[in-house]
Nanobody, 128 residues
Framework: QVQLVESGGGLVQAGGSLRLSCAAS????????MGWFRQAPGKEREFVAA????????DYADSVKGRFTISRDNTKNTVYLQMNSLKPEDTAVYYC?????????????????????WGQGTQVTVSS
């Protein structure tokens, strides 16, 4: 069983920055990837970024490329999402997730169906 706790959300002005963190605890037989998703009011949950836990290979949604950076600390078993140049359309609840399924392409981890464990989310609000 794996537990995930997100933190670091808040309210910022457009153009500002936030750094989200997600601490994972518990034991799992295989932890292949961790990802960030977000859900805005009235919209479906969408992929933001993912990282291969062992090698650090990353993937990003087109909407956040060049602005967001996903990283991990193996010692802390924690994944981060550095968000720069924030826009009002980035406003959403951000969720951290863990995948226990192996796949040879990072594209697989852009779908929420790839993930088995989810955090409860942290609110990010960007004012114009």
């Amino acid at each position: 069983q794996v537990q995930l706790v997100e933190s670091g959300g808040g309210l910022v002005q457009a153009g500002g920055s936030l750094r989200l963190s997600c601490a994972a605890s518990g034991r799992t037989f295989s932890q292949y990837a961790m990802g960030w998703f977000r859900q805005a009011p009235g919209k479906e949950r969408e992929f933001v970024a993912a990282i291969c836990w062992s090698r650090g290979v990353t993937d990003y949604a087109d909407s956040v490329k060049g602005r967001f950076t996903i990283s991990r600390d193996n010692t802390k078993n924690t994944v981060y999402l550095q968000m720069n140049s924030l826009k009002p359309e980035d406003t959403a609840v951000y969720y951290c997730a863990v995948s226990t399924t192996y796949y040879h392409s990072t594209d697989y981890y852009t779908g929420d169906g790839a993930y088995d464990y989810w955090g409860q989310g942290t609110q990010v609000t960007v004012s114009s």
